[in-house]
């Protein structure tokens, strides 16, 4: 079936440095893939996402790149501060049944 | 942005018994819903597809007599655990895409804590 890997599961950063993400799908008709942060005892919450029409998509701290011939995407976020400590998740939209599968999490540990 | 309201947010209830988690869209119509289970620091695993006017896809290892979905309108899903145990205290999460946008961005509902004694 479909999957979505994610790496690192664990991720520590000094503030102010930048952070990586990187996922990869199995689906080559997928062509949406949401960004969820997800902080403790609360709901995920959509930070970014990117069509398969795109390459790359920015907002303020955040970017997400995707490369559809390798089949993955990556979230960079620069200038981490410590409210971006939190578990990320990846996801990608199945090109057959529109479901969301998701990406087993990172946990970012912002240090001070 | 879009709003889904999940209720109870926590119950406790003794093995054997059944509850029922609500899933509502506020402000938009959602043709399908999404169930996802979450364990402790782990990722959201896709439980079931609730579909509007029809029976649910349940994805493979789910066993659908015993997590039943309904979604009798274009607002409301409802999980229904039945004769809950131990093993099904967990972190239930529903989430919901406005059909009428076509977008594809989903908003979760806050999440339904169950713990089964």
């Known amino acids: 079936g479909e999957n979505v890997e994610q790496h690192p599961s664990t991720l520590s950063v000094q503030e102010g440095d930048s952070a990586v993400i990187k996922c990869t799908y199995s689906d080559s008709a997928s062509n949406y893939f949401p960004w969820y942060k997800q902080e403790l005892g609360k709901r995920p919450q959509l930070i970014i996402d990117i069509r398969s029409n795109v390459g790359e998509k920015k907002d303020q701290r955040i970017a997400v790149t995707l490369n559809k011939t390798a089949k993955h995407f990556s979230l960079h976020i620069t200038e981490t501060q410590p409210e971006d400590s939190a578990v990320y998740f990846c996801a990608a939209l199945t090109g057959r049944d529109d479901k969301i599968i998701f990406g087993k999490g990172t946990r970012l540990h912002i240090l001070p | 942005g879009a709003v889904v309201s999940q209720h109870p947010s926590w119950v406790i209830c003794k093995s054997g018994t059944s509850v029922k988690i609500e899933c509502r869209s506020l402000d938009f119509q959602a043709t399908t819903m999404f169930w996802y289970r979450q364990f402790p620091k782990q990722s959201l695993m896709l439980m079931a597809t609730s579909n509007e006017g029809s029976k649910a896809t349940y994805e493979q290892g789910v066993e659908k007599d015993k997590f039943l979905i309904n979604h009798a309108s274009l607002t409301l899903s409802t999980l229904t655990v039945t004769s809950a145990h131990p093993e099904d205290s967990s972190f239930y999460i529903c989430?919901?895409?406005?059909?009428?946008?076509?977008?594809?961005?989903?908003?979760f509902g806050a999440g339904t804590r169950l713990s089964v004694l």
């Open positions: 989430s919901a895409a406005n059909t009428g946008t076509l977008l594809n961005i989903q908003y």
